[in-house]
């Protein structure tokens, strides 16, 4: 059984439908990558498995259950984008406010705010907290209760880089442990290490889904190959190009070409037994590549998948 199970779902306000037919699943201890534009529909995605939205039309199952249910709801965590707490209680005293709402043990509170980095911080009222610091006692809240579900929505929202990272090598921890995650950013770069699948959105409609490899292949997307130190580098550019690659120099004896699929490891062959390069990197296309490739296709009528 799938942890979160959305069939056939559209939804409505009024004449406006902000969400097409949306077919999507979640397995446990996956993490899914939930990306678009603001007004994509991640935000009412993740409100309909919340059951704080009833699907207009489709169905919403999570743990096999309407989210609406009760032990549904005390297996879920969630981070809101912009996270609001009471600015005169302490940090301590919010997160055992929320503990005692969740019925999560009190033992949790402490060892959350060490894990988040507030620990020096507890005894501080919340009005005194940095917009980082808010969003990390927001994630301990999430953690409540040793949620087996949980959405966050722009985690990374005032985070500074250590923080960011030590705020994924968490979510890693958690997926390992059989925790499912839903995650939703506008923040690229970073995150494609630490998903299982990406779902991109616009409009309302479902563009792409998939692990980053099948993306990738869909795509077509040509991977970047860069080597330095190379030797008879303008002959080898030259041989490229009347092969129809798309080849370049970078930086002081370098090369770069675009592999387009099926012609990567051909190109590094040759490569390495005639031009004794320095040094080689393989960037496949990103994250944020395919993610640029799937809305441009939207924005032109294309069919990307």
Request: one cysteine or more; glycine letters at 10%; proline letters at 4%.
């Amino acid at each position: 059984m799938n942890v979160v199970e959305i069939e056939g779902v559209s939804q409505h306000y009024g004449d406006a439908t902000v969400l097409h037919e949306l077919d999507l699943d979640l397995a446990q201890g996956e993490v899914l990558g939930l990306f678009g534009h603001n007004g994509a529909g991640k935000t009412t995605t993740m409100k309909l498995i919340l059951g704080l939205l009833r699907a207009s039309e489709g169905r919403v199952r999570v743990f096999g259950r309407e989210p609406s249910d009760s032990t549904v709801r005390r297996m879920l965590g969630y981070l809101p984008e912009n996270v609001m707490f009471y600015p005169q209680l302490s940090g301590l005293e919010t997160l055992q406010h929320f503990a005692r709402l969740k019925g999560a043990a009190p033992a949790q509170v402490e060892r959350l705010l060490e894990e988040v980095g507030l620990a020096e911080a507890a005894r501080r009222r919340v009005r005194t907290y940095s917009k980082g610091m808010r969003q990390r006692l927001g994630l301990a809240q999430a953690l409540l209760g040793q949620p087996r579900l949980l959405l966050l929505d722009e985690p990374t929202v005032g985070l500074d880089p250590i923080a960011t990272q030590d705020l994924y090598q968490m979510l890693d921890r958690l997926r390992w442990q059989g925790t499912s995650i839903i995650l939703c950013s506008h923040v690229l770069p970073g995150v494609e290490a630490h998903i299982n699948r990406a779902a991109i959105l616009t409009r309302g409609r479902l563009l792409a889904l998939g692990s980053l490899d099948r993306l990738r292949r869909e795509a077509g997307l040509p991977t970047l190959i860069r080597a330095s130190g190379v030797t008879r580098a303008s002959q080898l550019q030259e041989h490229w190009r009347s092969e129809g690659h798309l080849a370049q120099g970078w930086g002081a004896q370098g090369l770069q070409v675009s592999a387009p699929d099926g012609s990567k490891l051909a190109l590094l062959r040759q490569l390495l037994a005639q031009h004794n390069p320095t040094d080689v990197e393989v960037k496949p296309p990103s994250l944020e590549d395919l993610y640029r490739h799937y809305m441009n296709g939207a924005a032109t009528g294309e069919t990307c998948q």
